[in-house]
């Protein structure tokens, strides 16, 4: 039997639980299904963001914001968000839930992003012990520079990043 862990949780055109499927059979056969993703900014307003991990399955070597990922079936995207932040970045702190975002985007391999994505935002100025088979790399960038960064080089970054920032930044 499959580990449920490796399940994301298949939704409708309205975010309602329809079942599961395993993670990348989902992403190679495009269904819908719930994601969230994690903009944590510092006091100063800058934005912290991340490079993927090469070895990742998609999108590997790109920026992206602090975290992303999918709940497990009888998790909340709330309790997964939290419980992501720890794995990916060794930290926690409050979310806000911002909005949600509904894509569908070619992420290469093969595979696609169709997502039904809960936006959370949240504030963090402590130390950030970050996992490397998760992350490569991060850093908080100032908004104007990104803006700048993403215009210049938007090859660099993932598409739900680029899709999701014109609602975090206005």
Known sequence: M??????????????????????LEAHKSGQLHRAFSIFIFNQKGEMLLHKR?????????????ACCSH???????????????????????????????????????DL???????????????????????VMDYEFVALDELKNRINSAPHEFTEWFKLAIPKITN
Request: with cysteine.
């Open 112 to 134: 696609i992003e169709n997502e039904y994505d809960h936006i959370y935002k949240g504030i963090y100025d402590g130390s950030i012990h970050a996992n490397e088979e998760e």
């Open 53 to 65: 991990a090469l070895n990742k399955y998609h999108s590997g070597g790109l920026w992206t914001n």
């Open 2 to 23: 499959k580990q449920i862990n490796n399940h994301v949780i298949l939704v409708n055109e309205k975010d309602e639980w329809i079942g599961t499927c395993e993670k």
């Open 71 to 109: 709940p497990m079936p009888g998790e909340s995207t709330l309790q997964a968000a939290h419980r992501r932040l720890k794995e990916e970045l060794g930290f926690d702190c409050p979310l806000q839930n911002l909005f949600t975002l509904r894509y569908k985007s070619s992420v290469g391999n």
